[in-house]
């Protein structure tokens, strides 16, 4: 360890995104500590994917900044970097809403996609690997490895020479997080990775966030609609409502937070108060 | 009693009327099949001593529409009962499939074609010259060993110039020329099929190598040994040069910008009369060397080898070296699937948002697989250069580029043996088929719309893994995306 304090994993200082008048998020800021879990929640419509897609590349914010701080104190600018270079350098990994696997290839070769860059450099980009130098044979070894050791944390090692779209909905959102896992990220994002997913597919997913959050320093932010998942496993909690942050705190702070009441019935605090008045009497 | 009688004549009027609709139907088809004859069929010109004169052909229509009546009566009457047969055939199919499997799949057949082949070389019948009979021998000695049917046709594509029944014309214009479209189709395969990239001016690198073979030799008197891998370097950079601005661009807009650029290549290649002399073309350019040695008639490559002159094995020459460089880009791209760049490619073709969150660059990857098509292209271009000794722009138009794109989807996007079926099938079935000249083109659509119904993926559909920790399973077409550039 460094004698500093690295600081968070993530730093969202002021965002805003707008799509031509449409406002999406509006000068939002929120961290992400390391070693923990961040949760994302919100109505829907509240701007989450929005943050997801600024913070991974996919779109770039109008105003504000967005750091990635890794444990040696490098930093990088994410609202600056190409989408494919935040994965690669500064280790930000992903998952989506609506699952992207790569459903023609085996899970195997899905993971192996995932380390592509390390293998690239493997294979002298290439052409030693066109030529069969020793070295990228052992890269792939390892890769290899690498990708059995997910592929068991995640259950799914018999499946391994499979074609990934054959895989049932809840495997399959377990085999993306494990992809994502195999680009070795210091922060993971996952998109409602719970959704769709029955009770025991749902705690079986618990533990496994549970088990790989602080393991090798990763940290995980997510945006979840299941509340269960939310309430359990989160750390710390950002709320969002039309783009702005309505809240931030621990769990049990954000469960008897009236603001965040208001905005998940959709209406004012008063009329909150006076609909409790009127289940008491 | 009274029920019993209505019911019967319910159902006496159900069939008559369902023989009415049968009718009537086929009445229709009757009505389309004279109105779509009529302007075909109905008048036929011919050429009289000074001017053109018609014959009316009014029984031919009549025949055909009297045909398509009686036909699709047939069909009508008896498509109820066709679900039947259908039924037989399926576990009949299923049956030899069973059947495959128990007698030990390709390792038997192969073996039992190996036997029938050293039997008819031992008994005289196979080839002329018993040496040459090892090159059908060898390989599918190999494919019992390894159990894979492409080594039969390897044997074969070696053995052919040799074959019983192989004469020059066969060879050049049935042996060749399937060979060159075998590694069009393989090297396009790479961009349509691995990467996902509708590419409908492929033609255009296919130009580019061609003519810098051409204008290399002539201007520069280099030798088609060392204007090959130029040629193939330089398609390459064009396929860079073109792919930085395009490929940007997804599905629809990348095919229509890839259509425009193989017209400009070749509008530029008919205009640019001191460069590549227009519409007249490049004639004279050398033909290729065996090691130094020329193939003419004195001092060359059969005087070398005291061998009786003959033009038969320039062509013999020329086939081999086309059949090397098919297999070249054949490995090659086999090779480039099991690394990291081509499992990027086919991903690509998955899903390119996916692909970026992973951290691949995704247009320096489009770019790879465009840049090394094109290499293929180019290559094949500057052989059929040196084949034909003359090019002009006439013979790399559209129309090339949509057989080569033919080739690559009815074989099954993807799968290097789909492609050399297809290309086997399409240039060498035209080209067998050229007496019949006035059907083969609705033979070939006919087919076309047969594959489109029953194998819309493609002869080879679906996908085998390119690594496995165990057994390897085949990945059905179902399941694999085509793509959206």
Same mark, same amino acid.
């Given at each position: 360890?460094?004698?500093?304090?690295?600081?968070?994993?993530?730093?969202?200082?002021?965002?805003?995104?707008?799509?031509?008048?449409?406002?999406?998020?509006?000068?939002?800021?929120?961290?992400?500590?390391?070693?923990?879990?961040?949760?994302?929640?919100?109505?829907?419509?509240?701007?989450?994917?929005?943050?997801?897609?600024?913070?991974?590349?996919?779109?770039?914010?109008?105003?504000?900044?967005?750091?990635?701080?890794?444990?040696?104190?490098?930093?990088?600018?994410?609202?600056?970097?190409?989408?494919?270079?935040?994965?690669?350098?500064?280790?930000?990994?992903?998952?989506?809403?609506?699952?992207?696997?790569?459903?023609?290839?085996?899970?195997?070769?899905?993971?192996?996609?995932?380390?592509?860059?390390?293998l690239m450099r493997a294979s002298s980009f290439t052409i030693?690997?066109?030529?069969?130098?020793?070295?990228?044979?052992?890269?792939?070894?390892?890769?290899?490895?690498?990708?059995?050791?997910?592929?068991?944390?995640?259950?799914?090692?018999?499946?391994?020479?499979?074609?990934?779209?054959d895989l049932p909905y809840g495997d399959q959102r377990r085999l993306e997080i494990a992809r994502a896992m195999c680009t070795g990220p210091a922060l993971l994002c996952l998109d409602?990775?719970?959704?769709?997913?029955?009770?025991?597919?749902?705690?079986?997913?618990?533990?496994?966030?549970?088990?790989?959050?602080?393991?090798?320093?990763?940290?995980?932010?997510?945006?979840?609609?299941?509340?269960?998942?939310?309430?359990?496993?989160?750390?710390?909690i950002v709320v969002l409502d039309y783009g702005k942050k309505i809240a931030e705190g621990r769990p049990q702070e954000i469960r008897s937070n009236p603001a965040v009441i208001a905005a998940y019935l959709g209406v004012e605090d008063e009329e909150v108060e006076q609909v409790e008045r009127e289940i008491r009497t | 009693m009274a029920v019993a009688a209505a019911r019967s004549?319910?159902?006496?009027v159900e069939v008559k009327s369902a023989f009415g609709t049968a009718v009537s139907d086929a009445a229709i088809a009757a009505v389309i099949a004279f109105f779509l004859a009529t302007p075909i069929l109905s008048y036929k010109t011919v050429e009289e001593a000074t001017s053109l004169g018609l014959v009316a052909r009014w029984p031919q229509v009549l025949m055909g529409v009297a045909a398509v009546f009686a036909g699709r009566l047939a069909l009508n009457l008896l498509w109820p009962h066709f679900g039947g047969v259908v039924a037989i055939l399926k576990a009949s199919w299923a049956r030899l499939g069973a059947f495959f499997h128990a007698i030990g799949g390709w390792r038997t057949v192969l073996g039992v074609l190996l036997v029938c082949t050293v039997a008819a070389s031992v008994t005289g019948h196979l080839a002329v010259n018993r040496w040459y009979d090892l090159l059908l021998i060898a390989p599918l000695a190999v494919g019992v060993w390894r159990r894979s049917p492409a080594w039969l046709f390897l044997g074969l594509a070696l053995f052919f110039p040799f074959a019983p029944g192989a004469t020059r014309y066969y060879i050049e214009n /049935? =042996?060749?020329?399937?060979? *060159?479209?075998?590694? &069009?189709?393989?090297? $396009?395969?790479?961009?349509? +099929?691995?990467?996902?990239?509708?590419?409908?001016?492929?033609?255009?690198?296919?130009?580019?190598?061609?003519?810098?073979?051409?204008?290399?030799?002539?201007? /520069? =008197?280099?030798?088609?040994? *060392?204007?090959?891998? &130029?040629?193939?370097? $330089?398609?390459?950079?064009? +396929?860079?040069?073109?792919?930085?601005?395009?490929?940007?661009?997804?599905?629809?807009?990348?095919?229509?910008?890839?259509?425009?650029?193989g017209e400009i290549i070749r509008i530029v290649l008919l205009n640019w009369q001191s460069l590549t002399g227009g519409p007249n073309g490049i004639s004279g350019i050398p033909r290729p060397t065996f090691f130094g040695l020329e193939f003419k008639a004195d001092g060359g490559f059969a005087d070398y080898f005291g061998l009786p002159h003959t033009s038969l094995h320039r062509i013999i020459f020329l086939y081999y070296i086309i059949l090397g460089l098919a297999l070249v880009?054949?490995?090659?791209?086999?090779?480039?699937?099991?690394?990291?760049?081509?499992?990027?490619?086919?991903?690509l073709r998955e899903d390119e948002i996916a692909c970026r969150s992973l951290g691949i660059n995704v247009t320096n990857t489009k770019l790879t697989a465009f840049s090394i098509g094109a290499m293929f292209g180019g290559f094949a271009g500057a052989f059929f250069a040196t084949k034909q000794g003359f090019i002009s722009p006439e013979s790399f138009t559209f129309w090339e580029s949509a057989i080569i794109l033919a080739i690559v989807v009815l074989g099954g996007m993807g799968s290097q043996v789909g492609v050399a079926l297809a290309a086997l099938v399409l240039i060498g079935g035209t080209e067998l088929f050229r007496e019949f000249e006035t059907y083969r083109m609705l033979v070939f659509g006919l087919a076309m719309v047969m594959m489109m119904v029953w194998r819309p993926r493609g002869v080879v559909s679906g996908r085998v893994p390119t690594i496995a920790i165990g057994k390897t399973h085949r990945i059905g077409g179902d399941l694999v995306q085509e793509g959206r550039g």
């Open positions: 360890m460094t004698s500093a304090d690295p600081g968070p994993v993530l730093e969202v200082d002021a965002i805003g995104m707008r799509f031509g008048g449409l406002v999406a998020v509006d000068s939002l800021s929120f961290t992400a500590e390391r070693g923990q879990i961040t949760a994302l929640i919100g109505p829907n419509g509240a701007g989450k994917t929005t943050v997801f897609n600024c913070i991974t590349g996919f779109y770039r914010p109008t105003s504000g900044e967005i750091r990635a701080r890794h444990a040696d104190g490098r930093v990088y600018p994410l609202h600056a970097m190409p989408g494919h270079r935040i994965c690669e350098e500064a280790n930000v990994a992903r998952t989506f809403q609506n699952i992207r696997l790569f459903a023609g290839m085996s899970l195997l070769e899905n993971l192996l996609v995932a380390q592509h860059n390390k030693g690997g066109l030529l069969g130098l020793p070295g990228f044979a052992r890269a792939e070894n390892e890769a290899v490895e690498l990708a059995k050791h997910w592929l068991d944390r995640v259950g799914l090692l018999h499946r391994a020479d499979h074609a990934a779209g409602e990775p719970a959704a769709g997913l029955n009770p025991r597919e749902s705690r079986e997913l618990n533990a496994l966030l549970m088990s790989m959050r602080g393991e090798n320093g990763l940290s995980l932010l997510l945006i979840e609609h299941d509340m269960g998942v939310v309430m359990e496993i989160s750390d710390r | 004549e319910e159902v006496a /049935f =042996g060749i020329l399937v060979l *060159i479209y075998v590694m &069009l189709g393989w090297g $396009l395969n790479v961009v349509v +099929g691995l990467a996902g990239l509708l590419d409908l001016g492929y033609v255009a690198f296919y130009a580019v190598g061609a003519y810098a073979y051409a204008l290399l030799a002539q201007n /520069f =008197g280099l030798s088609f040994w *060392i204007c090959l891998p &130029l040629a193939g370097i $330089l398609a390459a950079f064009w +396929g860079v040069l073109l792919g930085f601005p395009v490929l940007r661009l997804r599905g629809d807009y990348l095919a229509i910008v890839t259509l425009a650029f880009t054949n490995w090659v791209t086999i090779r480039l699937r099991r690394l990291p760049v081509g499992r990027a490619w086919e991903a």
